[in-house]
């Protein structure tokens, strides 16, 4: 293998993962994402069809979440 050949497959082993590592982690926070709106949604309507929403609930886990770092 001559050391041109050598970048190429490196190159390519590195953009190959690098998109599928992308790919990877997007699922992830997409998931991530729609789990969290889910629990808000179904912590504010307390199992009712429709919920009256506030600014006070998201300040309220905005500060808890700021006092855990």
């Known amino acids: ?3 041109n050949e050598l970048v190429k497959q490196i190159q390519s082993v590195q953009s190959a993962l690098q998109a ?3 790919h990877t ?3 992830g926070l997409t998931i ?3 789990l969290i709106g889910y629990y808000i949604v ?3 309507q307390k199992g009712e069809d ?3 929403y506030g600014e006070a609930l998201l300040q309220s886990l905005d500060l808890s979440f ?3 770092l």
Request: proline share 0%; with cysteine; aromatic share 14%.
């Open 25 to 27: 982690i997007n699922v």
């Open 32 to 34: 991530r994402n729609w």
């Open 42 to 44: 179904e912590f504010e």
């Open 50 to 52: 429709k919920a009256k």
């Open 20 to 22: 599928s590592t992308a």
């Open 1 to 3: 293998m001559k050391f």
């Open 66 to 68: 700021l006092l855990c």
